[in-house]
């Protein structure tokens, strides 16, 4: 095993690096993407459980062909948050066929949280926007726009994680609520998604692992 605190760590500690199976990365947005390099480039598979930065998917496939290893990028690797995603996926579609909801996204987190929104919101959102052609961009703020779906933000004390789905109609509210109890269950499902993909090659999904 090795921890990887500082870039110059991918150089210093390469013989260390080098006999372990996979890179767990659950670090900040403007590391990601070189941790991903590193890793994909001396022929390690890597799991990212980093938000709020943008991969370069063309080069990441290249690097994992050519290195014949795999990438998993999650927004959010609880397992009762993936499958969360499933429902919300269905409800969204059943509210939008029936018409007269808006849907909305919250999340809190604790303060030390650099991303807002959350990816696990972005993600929700961008779901929803899938299900509901009225609406082409969510926005992080109150909004009465009915073509912008709003995702409210909170940083409060050291909320692990909570993120609440809304559908509200005239007649009726539907809620779906996720609430982490800690930190541990994104590192159980990051060292499932580790093991999933030792042996893969190419980029996969959290979704994939679960097989949802």
């Not at 062909?65 to 409800?91: D, E, P």
Request: glycine share 10%; net charge negative.
């Amino acid at each position: 095993i090795a921890t990887i605190d500082e870039a110059s760590d991918w150089f210093s500690k390469k013989e260390d690096i080098g006999q372990g199976d996979v890179v767990i990365d659950f670090s900040l947005p403007h590391t990601a993407s070189d941790n991903t390099f590193h890793a994909l480039s001396s022929g390690l598979p890597i799991v990212i459980g980093t938000t709020g930065w943008k991969p370069d998917y063309q080069l990441i496939e290249k690097l994992c062909l050519g290195n014949k290893v795999g990438f998993i990028l999650g927004a959010n690797f609880s397992i009762g948050m993936n499958i969360l995603f499933s429902v919300q996926k269905q409800l969204a579609r059943l509210t939008a066929k029936v018409g007269g909801y808006r849907p909305s996204v919250t999340e809190t987190h604790h303060i030390h949280k650099k991303d807002a929104p959350s990816g696990t919101a972005i993600h929700l959102a961008n779901d929803l926007l899938s299900a509901y052609p009225s609406m082409d961009k969510w926005v992080n703020e109150h909004t009465d726009d009915p073509t912008c779906l709003p995702i409210i933000s909170y940083r409060e004390g050291e909320v692990p994680g909570t993120h609440i789905t809304t559908f509200t109609s005239v007649d009726d509210i539907i809620t779906l609520k996720h609430e982490a109890l800690g930190r541990s269950g994104l590192a159980n499902g990051a060292v499932l998604a580790a093991e999933w993909i030792i042996g893969k090659t190419g980029i996969h999904s959290f979704e994939e692992v679960l097989g949802l």
